[in-house]
């Protein structure tokens, strides 16, 4: 697995994105999505890029729910 494979795969993990959402996001489908992960073949650079772009949007919708939260607790706090 290729360093940037390795990288999106512990990104993935640590947001525990499913692949249907990963799929989604990126335009790829599942099948495709599996094979790279799995190694059954060696992605092509577009193929990384769409999953690597439908990471970060899922890392920052991840971040602003996260402020949304963060704020709503805050301001509950202090009222």
């Known amino acids: 697995m290729s360093n940037r494979l390795t990288a999106l795969s512990e990104r993935i993990a640590r947001l525990r994105m499913r692949r249907d959402r990963l799929a989604e996001l990126s335009g790829l489908d599942e099948s495709t999505i599996s094979r790279a992960f799995g190694g059954k073949t ?5 193929t990384l ?3 690597e ?3 970060s949007v899922e890392e920052a919708e ?3 729910h996260l402020r949304k ?3 709503s607790s805050t301001s509950g706090a202090a009222a």
């Open 53 to 55: 772009a439908a990471v």
């Open 42 to 46: 060696d992605p092509l650079s577009s």
């Open 49 to 51: 890029d769409k999953i």
């Open 62 to 64: 991840m971040a602003e």
């Open 69 to 71: 939260v963060g704020t």
